[in-house]
């Protein structure tokens, strides 16, 4: 049972340290003394921790809760809260004009107006994350490659590759930018490549067997986490858009009688308008979901607050939970599971490839509209989440046909 400000409150102390659960890991600590201790315990790697969240009063239980929320935020980032903290404060203590992050938030808000919302917040939370708790203190002039190194190979090493590379193009960034400012002489980020495995294209982990689809289908479905989590979880494989289309779609932009999604250009990689025919199994979940997230902008909202939407790597971290290691599958793996089998399936190439999204490199083809082809991929759409409802039952014999006319 959750605590309340009451219980909290008169909580008394004992001849012996006395905790009260709250929820989600969180607990209150009661100490002989009179002390009262907030503290978050969590799993990372397999092992047991935990975190101390302050005391209350001067931490309030609205503030310890929040403070839980956030860690667990980073857990779900592949991040540990207590080591992210550790680096953090170290870093916080060494921080001068010329030090790392310094130049990088001047270099930011130099250069971010230009960019589009979606992009500039990626990279600030980027160096947020996972940059400045490890070098923002430093003086930009002192960082090594092997410094960079070590903060690229952590990234690495929770199964987000992408994210490295794209951390040290932008420390590089950063770097030359302090170079032209006369505050660095090299850019370390220089010798790194080739120190990084290449990315495989668009080739993220995916599964494509129809019974491995049927058992990841199964687990989706016994899912655990948050409500909101678990629809954005069942709706990946119905609509294949990417990630950062999924979490950031808003109920403005779906209309639900006419089963119909249309992300506007400016969130779309190509920054034209997309269209998404949503099956009646889409709709369903939407419908369903609506109750609990309707009356606010997102159809996915956070955890923390309903004004932003999904962390980038929920659905990620959701698979991560279910099983799914690094190299198995993603939440880009979607995509390439609905391209696979609907090209095997003889469904029109220019259907599959509109629905994707992806760009048409044909001069005359690309002149055309997208609604040319939003009848066949309708019917497409339908086929495919009837497809997945076969292969999520469990006596179902796993096929890769369908019905493709």
């Known amino acids: ?34 002390g009262k201790w907030w503290r978050f315990r969590y799993r990372f790697d397999g092992k047991q921790k935990m975190l101390s969240l302050g005391v209350y009063p001067d931490v309030s239980l609205k503030q310890a809760r929040e403070r839980r929320d956030a860690a667990r935020r980073l857990l779900a980032e592949g991040i540990d809260p207590g080591e992210h903290r550790k680096a953090t404060k170290t870093m916080a203590a060494n921080r001068t004009e010329d030090s790392f992050e310094a130049v990088a938030r001047e270099w930011f808000a ?3 107006p230009r960019w589009a919302e979606s992009h500039a917040s990626k990279v600030i939370r980027r160096f947020d994350l996972d940059v400045f708790p490890w070098l923002g203190g430093l003086p930009v002039n002192e960082i ?9 190979r952590r990234i690495e090493e929770r199964g987000t590759l992408e994210t490295a590379h794209k951390a040290r193009q932008n420390c590089g960034q950063v770097f030359r930018y302090a170079i032209a400012t006369g505050r660095a002489e090299n850019d370390p980020s ?78 779309m990689k190509a920054r034209k308008k997309h269209v998404v025919p949503l099956s009646t199994q889409s709709v369903a979940i939407l419908r369903e979901l609506y109750p609990l997230t309707g009356r606010g902008r997102f159809v996915f909202p956070g955890e923390r607050s ?12 959701a698979l991560r939970r279910l099983g ?7 939440g880009h793996g979607f995509r390439a599971m609905a391209s696979t089998l609907l090209n095997e399936q003889g469904f029109n190439k220019d259907w599959v490839e ?26 497409m759409m339908q086929c495919w989440a009837d497809y997945l409802d076969k292969l999520a039952e469990r006596n179902a014999e796993p096929s890769r046909k369908t019905a493709a006319t």
């Open 1 to 34: 049972m959750a605590l309340t400000d009451t219980a909290v409150r008169n909580a008394k102390a004992g001849t012996a340290p006395k905790s009260m659960a709250d929820d989600r890991g969180l607990s209150l600590l009661v100490q002989p003394s009179g």
């Open 324 to 330: 799914y290691e690094k190299g198995m599958m993603t």
């Open 144 to 152: 090594s490659s092997k410094e960079l190194l070590a903060v690229l």
């Open 190 to 267: 220089v010798a790194l490549r080739g120190a990084l495995p290449p990315l495989a294209g668009n080739n993220f982990p995916t599964i494509t067997d129809p019974k491995a689809i049927g058992e990841l289908l199964r687990a989706i479905d016994g899912y655990s986490g948050s409500y909101v989590s678990k629809a954005a979880l069942r709706l990946a494989p119905l609509v294949f858009v990417r990630p950062g289309e999924l979490r950031q779609a808003e109920w403005s932009e779906i209309d639900l009688d006419t089963a119909t999604w249309i992300i506007p250009g400016e969130k």
């Open 354 to 379: 509109r629905q994707l999204a992806h760009g048409e490199r044909n001069a005359i083809r690309a002149a055309y509209d997208h609604a040319e082809h939003l009848p066949g991929r309708r019917k």
């Open 110 to 112: 130099k250069f971010s």
């Open 306 to 317: 309903a004004d932003r939407p999904l962390s980038e790597n929920t659905v990620l971290a």
